[in-house]
């Protein structure tokens, strides 16, 4: 049996490592007695695979897991169990077998909520952003395992909308490239944005919304 499970990251983890996630995970799944799979060889590890890490302090409503179980069993008892072992803040949303659809390794758009603190009018920030995206380069500075370098981001964003959040304030809903092929934060549009405006942007929060397949101009979720 080979499911697909959606999470969410909440606050009360949102400053947990994706590896420390991992743990929890799997120490859930064993404290359930669900039907875990595990590799074969040496060292054998269950087979979990999680779609793409996700920044420490960001929350999230869209994660996901894959794993296989060496028998069947009811979606919805999954879910149940699995949800008794988890930790606050981590929560499976829903579940479906992953048979036929694209690889988590294959995400290359993340959705993410990004609320700017401070009073800023929405058509200054509107007029930056609009400046932004329509450039060719926009070279910034980031960490890669072989030390810091400059990547042009420009190709890596693809829509970011600004909004005001209710009450006041303004909400940048920005999709943009996430995944193992290339990638960039919200914090780092954030800054790119500071730089243009010649003013430090202050972020308040950032949730990740959705994650996608972009293929022939359709985004696709993985679930």
Do not use: W
């Not at 054998?44 to 060496?70: K, M, N, W």
């Not at 007029?127 to 030390?147: D, F, P, Q, R, S």
Request: glycine share 4%; hydrophobic share 40%; charged share 25%.
């Amino acid at each position: 049996m080979k499911l697909r499970i959606k999470f969410e990251k909440a606050e009360p983890v949102k400053y947990i490592s994706h590896l420390d996630m991992m743990r929890a995970f799997e120490r859930a799944f064993r404290r359930a007695k669900l039907p875990l799979a595990y590799s074969k060889g040496f060292t054998p590890h269950p087979r979990l695979i999680f779609s793409p890490a996700l920044s420490v302090g960001v929350t999230s409503s869209s994660e996901y897991v894959d794993v296989e179980f060496y028998e069947d069993i009811p979606v919805q008892e999954v879910l149940r169990r699995l949800n008794s072992c988890l930790p606050e803040g981590l929560k499976a949303l829903k579940a479906s077998d992953f048979e036929g659809k694209f690889a988590l390794s294959e995400i290359n758009a993340a959705l993410y909520a990004v609320s700017l603190a401070g009073d800023y009018p929405k058509e200054y920030i509107e007029a930056a952003v609009k400046e932004l995206v329509n450039k060719k380069e926009i070279n910034m500075e980031k960490v890669t395992k072989k030390g810091i370098k400059k990547v042009n981001i420009a190709p890596m964003i693809y829509n970011i909308k600004v909004m005001t959040k209710t009450g006041g304030g303004i909400l940048l809903k920005m999709t943009i490239a996430a995944g193992q092929r290339e990638s960039v934060s919200p914090d780092m549009i954030i800054k790119a944005l500071s730089i243009h405006l010649s003013e430090e942007l202050i972020v308040k929060h950032i949730h990740r919304e959705e994650l996608y397949l972009i293929k022939e101009g359709n985004s696709t979720p993985p679930l």
